[in-house]
């Protein structure tokens, strides 16, 4: 809002808001949000990095309502937080988000390396990532701050939730 001030652009502006308004209520009336938790989590100098909210994937979660687990919650807003390997179980949720740096040729195979280089076989700690609820996606989406990258993840959620059966986390 400020750069649109700045730039004069406040009709535009206003237009990508009400798209990306859409977007979310489109979400919100395809899944049941508030019944289903999320985390999203990267494995990096033998911890899991988590934030409160992590950039653009996280808004679009918050907006639409999805739950997170506690000790992401406990996170201050704006904040981030090195999980301990010993405690990954505390980051499962329904579906639990890696991300992986497609501008140094990463693959959604290096992040599984990451993490599996914090807690080896990391999946068999996670009901999640056990039952193929283990999403990854590249982090220049999940990352970027531009309307074009809240679009780009409001529909990746839709794609990949809404009508799925999925199998809840026991655990909240």
Do not use: W
């Not at 502006?13 to 919100?28: C, E, P, S």
């Not at 918050?62 to 406990?74: N, Q, T, V, Y």
């Not at 501008?103 to 990391?122: G, H, M, R, W, Y």
């Not at 409001?154 to 059966?165: A, C, F, H, Q, V």
Request: with cysteine.
């Amino acid at each position: 809002e400020l750069l649109a001030d700045i730039t004069g652009t406040q009709e535009r502006m206003a237009f990508l808001k009400t798209r990306y308004d859409g977007q979310i209520a489109q979400i919100k009336r395809l899944i049941d949000t508030a019944n289903i938790s999320v985390s999203v989590i990267q494995g990096n100098d033998g911890a899991f990095y988590v934030e409160h909210t992590y950039g653009t994937l996280g808004r679009v979660l918050r907006d639409a309502g999805f739950k997170a687990p506690a000790l992401i919650e406990s996170i201050p807003e704006g904040g981030d937080m090195m999980v301990p390997a010993e405690r990954l179980p505390e980051l499962d949720a329904d579906f639990v988000f890696a991300t992986y740096r497609t501008d140094t040729l990463e693959t959604p195979q290096t992040s599984n390396e990451k993490l599996n280089a914090v807690v080896p076989d990391f999946c068999q700690c996670l009901t999640a990532c056990q039952n193929h609820q283990l999403i990854t996606i590249p982090r220049e989406e999940a990352s970027s701050n531009s309307f074009y990258a809240l679009g780009a993840i409001s529909y990746m959620l839709i794609s990949n939730i809404s009508g799925r059966t999925f199998v809840p986390y026991a655990g909240q």
